[in-house]
Nanobody, 124 residues
């Protein structure tokens, strides 16, 4: 069974920085892609960053130049470094990963997994 656990959210002043982490655990065979989404109050969930293995990460226009996604493959962990935060970045941030796992019978399957979310509040 695969799980994604996020950490690093919190309250920060405008212009400040935060780093979110998302660690995958379980019977992981390979991770094909990572993603970060966010959902602000009263709004739909939106893509923030997508990091496909073997490709350059891409970002939503609203965060380009401020947010950076990076990976530690040895730890099955992805990070979202958020700089120059703005009040409009306030949201619950979710990480997602497309993971190929293997069960106790040795059967492989690939699916998207989601973390439970981490609240980021940008306010003075």
């Amino acid at each position: 069974q695969v799980q994604l656990v996020e950490s690093g959210g919190g309250l920060v002043q405008p212009g400040g920085s935060l780093r979110l982490s998302c660690a995958a655990s379980g019977t992981i065979f390979s991770i094909n892609a990572w993603g970060w989404y966010r959902q602000a109050p009263g709004k739909e969930r939106e893509l923030v960053a997508r990091d496909t293995i073997g490709a350059t990460p891409n970002y939503a226009d609203s965060v380009k130049g401020r947010f950076t996604s990076s990976r530690d493959s040895a730890k099955n962990t992805v990070y979202l470094q958020m700089n120059n935060l703005k009040p409009e970045d306030t949201a619950v941030y979710y990480c997602t990963a497309n993971i190929r796992s293997v069960d106790y019978k040795g059967i492989h399957s690939t699916m998207d997994y989601w973390g439970k979310g981490s609240l980021v509040t940008v306010s003075s």
